[in-house]
């Protein structure tokens, strides 16, 4: 079992980045889907969720109407656009494959920084 984010880096305030997260050795149609981000010194937070089938997102007060949770199922991964970029969002992200009783699985995590 394996999630493989990508996508970060270095971008100016007000920029996009968009952050990819492939999955592999379980059924990901299965799954719900978050991203999450860690600050230095805070904790990680949920940014963003999606249902398994995409039908159904929701988004943290901060990051709503900039950043656009997606899903494609036949290629197992999930995105995360993020636009109209701050500072206060440079944290390393990181994708969370969830099935409540489960399994719950993470990735690496990418880092985003944000800064001119």
């Known amino acids: 079992v394996q999630l493989v984010e990508s996508g970060g880096g270095l971008v100016q305030p007000g920029g996009s980045l ?3 997260c492939a999955a592999f050795g379980f059924t990901f149609s299965s799954y719900i889907m ?3 981000r860690q600050a230095p010194g805070k904790e990680r937070e949920l940014v963003a969720v999606i249902s398994s ?3 159904s997102k929701n988004y ?3 990051v709503w109407g900039r950043f656009t949770i997606s899903r494609d199922n036949a290629k197992n991964t ?3 656009q993020m636009n109209s970029l701050k500072p206060e969002d440079t ?3 990181y994708c969370n494959a969830l099935r409540g009783g489960v399994a719950e ?3 690496q995590g990418t880092q985003v920084t944000v800064s001119s």
């Open 18 to 20: 968009r952050l990819s």
């Open 34 to 36: 978050r991203w999450y």
């Open 78 to 80: 999930v995105y995360l």
């Open 60 to 62: 943290e007060d901060s």
């Open 91 to 93: 944290a390393v992200y």
């Open 105 to 107: 699985y993470w990735g």
């Open 53 to 55: 089938t995409g039908s």
